[in-house]
């Protein structure tokens, strides 16, 4: 195990950030930190690497670490061929020559000043400075914002690979497509907790949709309303227990009725108010 | 350090030249001076503020050179150069996001050392530069000098730069962009000079320090004062330390 992360808290006054989470990530896997802002990604991540001072819980980091932050923030007053130059003199394990061909390999001009790049360049090139650092650990936050979907399609390419030089990575999007494109294992965090985790398929395949009357209400995750009944995500165990005819769902589904559904404690388990 | 460096280039070599061209638009000018000055004697206005004795006295050149180099036109630029050296050492990088970048590469400690390290060697050699000017100048243009006043000088030169690094490198630590710092060290300095007119709190004066009123007068560094400027200064250091420590970014 890499990372393992138990019961973290990160309270900002009465605003719970991070709610006594847990979660770890084995080696050679691509875990995902999926949901919507303000979810307490970023917060999690920055607790994790010692950012952010945690009001309690366990965290242990078995092994080095390489960071994409959430904003793409380097040095502006840098030239391209500077910024690797100073990356290099001050990170450990840095491949500088692996990352030259990155940026190459992005036609990012080697004389062009940070300030000069667009977002999606600058983004680019923070990447080519992460993942030539070499890192038992990869923390990508929102890896891909401000990316064009060709050079997006490229670095989850790219971070498809990390697992095969046998590092593992920690990614948090609210892009599900990449997502789903990317990570073996995945925890879906709302309002500062984890409300689902698990290996992706596992996941998709524990819950479906079901329809009933307006007149009834579930204490489920309710995903829509139509003029004469609603469509609640459960569990498909507890459906099939109380006869209800189980509609699969995909991933966004799940996901945009776990984030906007009803947010009931007890919302996971389907019963009947 | 190659990186801090790198980052305070544009502000060592600016106050570098500052400082050098305030120097040669001073020293070579004794004669110019004098006799500028000696235009306006008679003039009850100016007797006011320069007296014939003190008219004299400048036309010795260790009193004009200590007295307007030290006690003036450098002397007052002392704690300024403190501040200016401080002030964006980490606000800056809290500023434009760029703090976590350092962090997840380099532990705290290293961060803050090679940050408060590279502020004082380049506030040192910028102080010990123009403090050895007057030196360096009367060496190469034959002028009699008396070099161990100068030395004294340099001394308070130093330790007065190093209060004002230290005040205004906490403040870079505590606030989360660069003007902030600057301000509050220029307006601590302005109000640490006001309230020393005070005569209770004239100890809060370091313009007294910095521009060597002992020396002027006894021909000594003061020591004690020297002394509470060391112990002020890495008190403060640690306090700055310890919040960067904890700092959440």
Redesign the interface.
Known sequence: MILEVKQLKKYYKNIKAVDGISFFVDKNEIFALLGPNGAGKTTTIKCILGLRNKDDGEIKLNGSVAYLPEGKELYQSYTVKKMIEITASITKDFDKDKCFRFVEQFDIPLSEKVSELSNGQTTQLYISLVLSQKAELYILDEPTWGLDPIVRNQILEMIRNIPFDGSSVLYTSHILSEVEKVADKVAIMNKGKIIEIGYLDDIKEKYCAIRVDKSRNLDGYKYKSTETENVFVVKKEWAQEHDFECEPITFDVLFEAIVLGNNSSSNIRGEEQ | M??EF??MRVRIIGVTITLLVLFFVLAPFQKFTVSMLEGYSGNPQLEKFLPGSMLNRLKEWNFYINSQWFGKNFGQMIPIIGIIMAFPLFSREIE???M???????N?KLVFRDKFLTGLISLVLILVLASLLPIIYSFLFNKDYRYITGIKFLVHSLFAGLLWYSITLLYSVVFDDQVKPLLAGLGTLAITTVAGIIKPLRILNTYAYALGNTIFQKNSIDLKYTIGVIIVSVLIFIVAYRIFL?K??
């Open positions: 190659k990186k790198y980052d434009n996001g760029t976590a970048f350092l962090l997840v590469r380099r705290r904890k959440e970014i």
